[in-house]
């Protein structure tokens, strides 16, 4: 995937973490780089970083750089601080499960060693290895996604699950990726995705970097756009996905899954399986974050609904699985019934 040349979204550079900050852009290119794993906890908090797979990414070096500072010297002191740790960073994001996972990951590697040294080498080993497998997964579902895509297309797309939602590639763009190297030509049409704009700020920004051709669209757009555009192809990414197939994401996906299978597009999700959560079934089970009025009626710095009028945000909304047309993995692609084909991804 030579024509990708975007900017890492978060590294891992000499004991120290750098990840851009997604709220300058695209107005500026500005990177976060700290040895503080509460400054990394704070940036998932804020949405300097934000994306499911990204924000997995970023706990796990947020998990390294705890254990790196530590001064403990037992291994029952130092469990605890990493507990301690383990316990603000869950607290930043609810509904991305990435999150979750990749905390757990790090806390497991680290119960397995015998001194307090090995720990800590375990912890930056982990980190380190969780963002590898999430550049591969990304890669190879844009490989298995790409197929979806063909010459002449127009895709839609809300929110941004790009590059910069995970350490690379992205997972809803790495299809196009992949399908604009192989010299296909097609148009994406990027829902501008309110309240934070990360369809028109970060999702226009990369593809327009890739040069692939990109217009943004309000959100409320979706059905006029589907009537009187050509619309071939709904590809968007997830935050969790339950074994029964019900799949939370930005807010604003599910009216249009609503939108796409009233005029009759495809429509798909793209995820890695570190994105599915095998202990919950429906969407209900899904634990939706809530965040502070002020991200509506505030636009940068400015307020724009009358003083003492709040709003009401949900982050995220839930898709049911009647509505999803296939999910791209770095497995492979399935398809209904998914309470059949996700287990068999798991088992196979």
Known sequence: MAVLKLPKTIEWVDGRVRLINQLKLPYELEYVETVEWRRVAEA??????????????AAAFAMALAAMKSQARRMDEFLAEMELCANELRRTRPTAVNLFWAIERVLTSIREATTVEEAKERAVTTALEIQRRDEEANRRIGEYGERLISDGDTVMTICNAGSLATSYYGTATAPMYVAHEKGKRFRVIALETRPYLQGARLTAWELKEAGIEVKIATD???????????????????????????????????????????????????????????????????????????????????????????????????????????????????YPPYEKSIPSLFNG
């Not at 029964?244 to 996906?253: E, F, I, L, M």
């Open 220 to 334: 409320n757009a979706i059905g006029i756009i589907m009537e009187r555009e050509r619309i071939d192809l709904v590809l968007v990414g997830a935050d969790r996905i339950t074994k029964r197939g019900y799949v939370a994401n930005k807010v604003g996906t599910y009216p249009l899954a609503l939108m796409a299978r009233e005029h009759g597009v495809p429509f798909y999700v793209a995820a890695p399986t570190s994105t599915f959560d095998p202990t919950i079934e429906k969407g209900d089970d899904i634990p939706i974050e809530v965040r502070s009025s002020d991200e509506v009626t505030v636009i940068f710095g400015r307020r724009i609904t009358p003083p003492g009028v709040e709003a009401l945000y949900y982050a995220f909304d839930v898709t049911p699985p009647k509505l999803i047309t296939g999910i791209v993995t770095e497995r492979g692609i399935i």
């Open 44 to 57: 998932i908090r804020r949405m300097e970083i934000r994306g499911a797979p990204a924000i997995g990414v």
